[in-house]
């Protein structure tokens, strides 16, 4: 059994307590989702019943008693957090090693683990060269080979395509029937009724639910849609669709002219002909590994490719040039984070933006109330939720100057709420003749709010129209 009575824990710099006398039992095979707002505590529960606070991290915590289970194992909202290897058959084989697994039995073993989760690369293929739902499928790999007691999953498919996250579940739900299972995670439709409780924290860490899935949205649906909680009629309170006009004021122009994007010496994408304009919101769709990330950086000349790509009818190939025109932000916040704040990293678009520091100070104010990030603001952009520093990295290129924004999964990891925060935000950027152009897996924001949707597959690209998107 894990338990933990009247735990008390916060972060060195933060202002209140996480967590103040929160008692929880949860019995042996049990399957538990931990559900409650952005900034809630959830992570850092699932760190704190996993062992990695203390044990891993350590923070300011005491309680009365503290069990935890050593057989245990993490899927973490962050694959990379979790690899120590810089080969997949090398992260594999390090698990097994630390097993003491007979060198002469790891390579079934590994092979089985990859096969179970459909993840179909090269073994000796560097880490760092995969898609982030490829990631994602390795760490869950790295769990079938532990064979723990408890898994904790803290958004195991945040990063995965609309069907690898079905087959995912499904063979993850054909694993645990032995194990306790402890589970953080947005997207609920393929789970929900698996659980045998949900857990319900509020804003200040309490739990004030605790009962199965049925009594939980039954009783308190009012209170999961207050708190931003993803939950089966979550959408039924989504922004509507807004039929955008795009007649702007500008006729800028992105276009591709017999492109052929690369990755090594493999061909990746090929692109005849393509024309995005200004006023314009395009989403990006693909299998995990497409190309869609590479897409995206090829854009901002971050990629080699063939063929020529134009802006305002001008050939570009230079990295300055397409930053005049593009913001990147891409699936990890933290590699576009400048400043010691999260206040300053907004200001300091603002400040190039308006002469005025009065304007400046008072649009940054209301992008971080936007984006519910004003209690944070002074904050270093580190020490945030991985929901925070998302919102924080697409708040930064909202508050740019630029024609396009480039989105990688803005909305994987966000809340209810902050995700139908941004919606708005993006409809009015399209409104005002900005472009957005974002990958995304969320079926409900492909089908709901783009203008045109773009699909890789097979190395070209389409336009899809109707149910054809996903």
């Known amino acids: 059994m894990i338990v933990t009575k009247n735990l008390r824990l916060k972060y060195p710099n933060g202002k209140k307590k996480i967590f103040d006398h929160l008692t929880l039992q949860i019995k042996e ?36 008693e503290l069990n935890i289970d050593d057989s245990s194992s993490v899927i973490f909202q962050d694959p990379d957090s979790q690899f120590c290897m810089p080969k997949v058959d090398e992260e594999l084989a390090f698990v097994l090693e630390n097993q003491q697994v007979p060198r002469h039995e ?10 179970a989760v459909d993840l179909k690369v090269d073994k000796n293929q560097y880490i760092n060269q995969l898609s982030g739902g490829m990631k994602q499928k390795l760490a869950i790999a790295e769990t079938i080979l532990q064979q723990s007691n408890t898994l904790f999953l803290d958004e195991p498919t945040a990063m995965l395509d609309v069907e690898s996250t079905a087959e995912l579940w499904n063979k993850i739900k054909a694993l645990w029937q032995n194990q306790t299972v402890i589970i953080v995670e947005h997207k609920v439709e393929h789970i929900w009724q698996h659980m045998d409780r949900v857990i319900l924290l509020n804003y200040d860490g309490e739990i004030i639910a605790d009962t199965t899935p049925d009594k939980i949205l039954n009783k308190h649906e009012d209170l999961l849609t207050e708190y931003g909680v993803w939950h089966p009629n979550a959408w039924q309170y989504a922004p509507p669709t807004i039929h955008f006009n795009n007649n702007t004021n500008t006729n800028l122009d992105l276009e591709f002219e017999n492109v052929n994007i690369k990755r090594g010496k493999h061909n990746l994408i090929n692109i005849p002909h393509l024309n995005i304009g200004t006023g314009e919101w395009i989403t990006i769709t693909g299998a995990n590994g497409s190309g869609k990330t590479s897409l995206l950086e090829s854009m901002m000349q971050l990629i080699k490719y063939e063929g020529r790509m134009l802006v305002d009818k001008r050939p570009f190939n230079k990295i300055k040039v397409a930053a005049k025109y593009m913001y990147l932000v891409y699936q990890n916040p933290e590699l576009q984070f400048i400043t010691s704040s999260v206040y300053d990293e907004i200001h300091i678009q603002y400040k190039n933006k308006f002469n005025s520091r009065q304007e400046a100070d008072a649009q940054t104010e209301s992008m971080l109330e936007t984006l519910n990030l004003l209690a944070v603001k002074s904050q270093h952009p580190y020490e945030l939720s991985i929901g925070q520093k998302r919102r924080l990295s697409v708040a930064i290129a909202l508050s740019s100057s630029s024609e ?12 209810s709420h902050n995700t139908f925060n941004l919606i708005k935000l993006f409809q009015q950027r399209v409104t005002s003749g900005q472009t957005i152009i974002m990958v995304t897996h969320d079926s409900e924001i492909i089908s709901r709010y783009p203008t045109r949707r773009l699909h890789l597959a097979h190395h070209v690209i389409e336009e899809m129209s109707g149910e054809h998107y996903v």
């Open 29 to 64: 095979k049990e399957k538990v989702l931990l559900l409650g707002p952005s900034g809630s505590g959830k992570s850092t529960l699932l760190n704190v019943l996993s062992g990695i606070v203390p044990n891993l991290i350590d923070l300011p915590i005491k309680y009365d």
């Open 106 to 115: 790891m390579d079934e073993r590994i092979d089985n683990a990859l096969k």
């Open 404 to 415: 396009f924004i480039l989105l990688d999964e803005p909305t994987f990891g966000l809340d």
